[in-house]
């Protein structure tokens, strides 16, 4: 809109300039400026930044003219080289406002691209038809008995003087015309000689460009230009000029007018005829528009003439495309009752139909016609995917049964695994179902199909690809292996490398992934080990006999890839358990993981609590703010910078959570808005004190910390501390003041003990 009003502005003020300059009647500026709401100080700023914003207008002394249509001419301006033409800043014009954001006005973009680019006539071959004029120059070329060659320039007076023979009138011939006559002429006094006549410099002629340009004036032009090549010169219409009723004025009468669509649409340059001297192109305003989008080659909005249809609409957007919908079609139009626009779907019973009846329906100004497409889903397919010898899609209607889609797809391939195939198919809930059969025992031709089944045929070596084993311990090889069916512990083994030395062949542990529970432990002997089968994603432990027993077990849930209940190992770690179990995920929050371990000094806590009444409160807060099983541990110095020194070893019953990257930061106690708050980078502890209502008239604010992610706990009072994720900032109240909650915090081991000592000594 900024720019708007100041190209506006300078309209304005340009006009009403060349009216004062043509001793014109005057102009009622004061009801302009009352209409547009335009002060004098605008119209003055907007006319110099318009002025300046064309630096390469240069304003000769011609008076304006005025023609028999009273159009008053501009000033003589001259052409701007390429490189000096500034273009316009981009906005939405008056007419592309009214319609949808994504569509713009067709047709004006070409006369964008041309002012880039645009350049003066120059060097243009020149046929013998031309018409001389004055200012033409003709280069005269003898040989033969005589040698010479010289300029000719035709006069005002239409004349050119020869050697010897004088002046000869040439004005109004045509080039051909005026080589035979100056001949003719030459050969009364010279012989035997050779003479051709070419164009050097070429006239140039007055043309004005008037009307809604975007650089209306009186330009000088080669006298070779067109039509076209003077709208160009001009910058083409602007967006509120019209492309399909320009008007070519000569000798003071309508010429032609020229639709500019059958270029721009069909490519039709018929109408681009050669400009003579005083030739006027005047563009009108635009007539109606209508906008026409969806599913077509070309949406925009076309400028309409008398008797538009929805037919000829579409035929200028470029017709349809492969996905276009004829058998409803949105018209969106203004109602002639009311002042809403209102949407009217028109239907059709077919594409004849709608060809048929949409050349009777007229397009008024303003409609908006919404062409809907078709779905890209074909709606008559079943689907064969695997180890088949032509996968693919197949017609529903020749397929009814899996027998006959094998036929088409050439049937399975010898790596096929026959025992599972599988069929997917859409219940009403839009699920899908599964539906396995073992191709080896079913006859397939018993099985129908329904349109849009799915079917897997898998290969033996994709089964085996997905399933994997793993083998651990005393074996040479320890690893992953590849599960293959009816697997035995036997063969895991000696793919492993077979035992070790030192390895307890009496007690072997595999590790079975329960589908509707935990992990199960499968303790499997010496002598059952050739029979024992294994399934996909066991895990095998091989304990020395130096290890009679494994250390215990642990669990660990969260953000790993593979959580479930474990044996470990004796002084194994938690850097080696993780790597064990295949790691982390991408969503895993390493220095926020929770360690926790029983702890048999919660008990002497606890049962403190229940003898001692002077001290139940404080033991409460304990309790109620620390988790006295947690180990608060630096996971993230361990796993990302290898600090050994904060690796623990594990011990039975422990319980490792690997939490989520959490997304919120929590503000607990004296806030007026306890909860949780989505984390911003970079904000600080006043940023979420603040989303928090700041502080209740009870808040300890002196004894404000915060508890990290991984346990620990910082007190400060600068509101200025950086947060990270999953950090809760804790206001303490007044009420619980008559303790250190964060010393109690950060040294519950010591307190216990003193709190334990000092009530044996009073009791």
Avoid at 291 to 296: L, N, Q, S
Avoid at 463 to 486: H, M
């Amino acid at each position: 809109m900024k720019y708007t009003n100041r190209i506006f502005y300078g309209i304005v003020f340009t006009f009403v300039f060349n009216l004062v300059l043509a001793a014109l009647p005057p102009v009622n500026i004061d009801a302009l400026k009352k209409q547009y709401n335009v002060s004098d100080a605008e119209i003055k700023s907007a006319a110099e930044t318009y002025l300046n914003s064309n630096p390469a207008q240069t304003v000769q002394n011609n008076k304006p003219i005025l023609n028999d249509n009273g159009v008053i001419s501009e000033k003589a301006v001259e052409i701007p080289k390429a490189a000096e033409i500034k273009q316009e800043p981009e906005f939405r014009s008056i007419i592309e406002s009214k319609f949808p954001k994504e569509l713009k006005q067709f047709g004006y973009d070409v006369f964008n691209q041309v002012s880039l680019t645009f350049t003066p006539l120059e060097n243009i071959p020149v046929g013998g038809d031309y018409i001389l004029g004055a200012g033409d120059e003709l280069i005269v070329y003898l040989w033969g008995n005589i040698q010479q060659n010289f300029n000719l320039i035709i006069d005002t007076d239409g004349t050119v003087i020869l050697p010897k023979a004088g002046k000869v009138n040439v004005a109004n011939l045509t080039l051909s015309d005026a080589k035979r006559i100056i001949n003719n002429l030459m050969e009364k006094y010279f012989a035997n000689f050779t003479m051709d006549i070419t164009l050097g410099k070429l006239k140039t002629i007055d043309v004005f460009i008037l009307g809604e340009v975007k650089t209306p004036g009186r330009y000088n032009l080669n006298s070779l230009s067109t039509f076209l090549y003077g709208l160009y010169a001009s910058g083409g219409p602007t967006k509120i000029g019209t492309l399909r009723n320009i008007q070519l004025i000569r000798d003071r009468r309508l010429y032609k007018t020229i639709d500019l669509y059958d270029l721009l649409i069909y490519g039709d340059k018929s109408d681009d005829i050669q400009l003579k001297k005083g030739d006027t192109i005047y563009v009108p305003k635009i007539a109606d528009t209508a906008a026409i989008k969806g599913e077509i080659k070309v949406p925009a909005i076309y400028e309409l003439k008398e008797n538009t249809t929805m037919y000829s609409l579409l035929a200028m957007s470029g017709k349809y495309t492969r996905s276009t919908y004829f058998r409803e079609v949105n018209l969106i139009r203004r109602g002639t009752d009311s002042d809403q626009f209102r949407l009217q779907t028109l239907t059709f019973k077919s594409y004849d139909d709608f060809i048929n009846n949409s050349k009777k329906i007229p397009i008024e100004n303003g409609d908006i016609i919404d062409i809907k497409a078709i779905s890209d889903q074909i709606d008559n397919w079943v689907d064969i995917e695997g180890d088949v010898l032509h996968p693919g899609l197949y017609e529903y209607g020749k397929v009814q049964n899996l027998q006959a889609l094998l036929t088409l797809a050439g049937g399975f391939n010898k790596t096929a695994y026959l025992d599972r195939v599988e069929i997917y198919r859409m219940t009403t809930s839009n699920m899908d179902e599964i539906l396995p059969i073992n191709a080896k025992e079913t006859d397939l031709k018993n099985i129908s199909l329904e349109m849009f089944d799915k079917i897997k045929v898998y290969s033996t070596s994709e089964l085996n690809k997905n399933y994997n084993l793993s083998i651990q311990g005393e074996v040479s090889k320890p690893g992953n292996f590849v599960y293959y069916q009816n697997m035995t512990l036997e063969d895991l083994v000696f793919k492993a490398g077979d035992f070790k030395y030192n390895a307890d062949k009496e007690k072997i542990y595999v590790m079975r992934k329960m589908t509707t529970s935990n992990n199960k432990i499968i303790e499997v002997k010496n002598n059952e080990i050739k029979t024992f089968v294994l399934q996909p994603l066991d895990e095998v432990f091989i304990k020395s006999v130096r290890d009679f027993d494994v250390a215990g077990t642990v669990e660990i849930r969260g953000e790993t890839m593979q959580p479930g209940i474990y044996p470990i190992y004796k002084n194994e770690t938690l850097s080696m358990f993780i790597k064990r179990i295949g790691g982390f995920t991408d969503e895993a929050y390493i220095p926020g993981i929770e360690f926790y371990r029983v702890n048999n000094n919660l008990n002497l806590l606890q049962s403190i609590n229940k003898t001692s009444s002077s001290n139940e409160i404080l033991v409460q807060n304990i309790m109620s703010l620390s988790n006295f099983n947690r180990i608060r541990m630096d996971a993230g110095a361990l796993f990302y910078k290898n600090v050994m020194d904060e690796d623990l070893k594990l011990q039975d019953k422990d319980s490792i959570v690997v939490p989520p990257i959490p997304q919120t930061v929590g503000v607990v106690g004296g806030v007026y808005n306890q909860g949780m708050f989505v984390y911003k980078e970079n904000r600080n502890m006043q940023y979420y004190l603040n989303d928090a209502g700041l502080f209740r008239k009870d808040a300890d604010t002196p004894e404000i910390f915060v508890i990290h992610a991984d346990g620990t706990v910082s007190k400060t009072n600068d509101f200025g501390t950086g947060v990270q994720k999953g950090d809760i900032i804790v206001v303490p109240t007044k009420e619980i003041k008559d303790f250190d909650l964060v010393k109690t915090i950060l040294d519950w081991t010591q307190i216990i003990f003193n709190i334990a000592v000092t009530w044996k000594v009073v009791f």
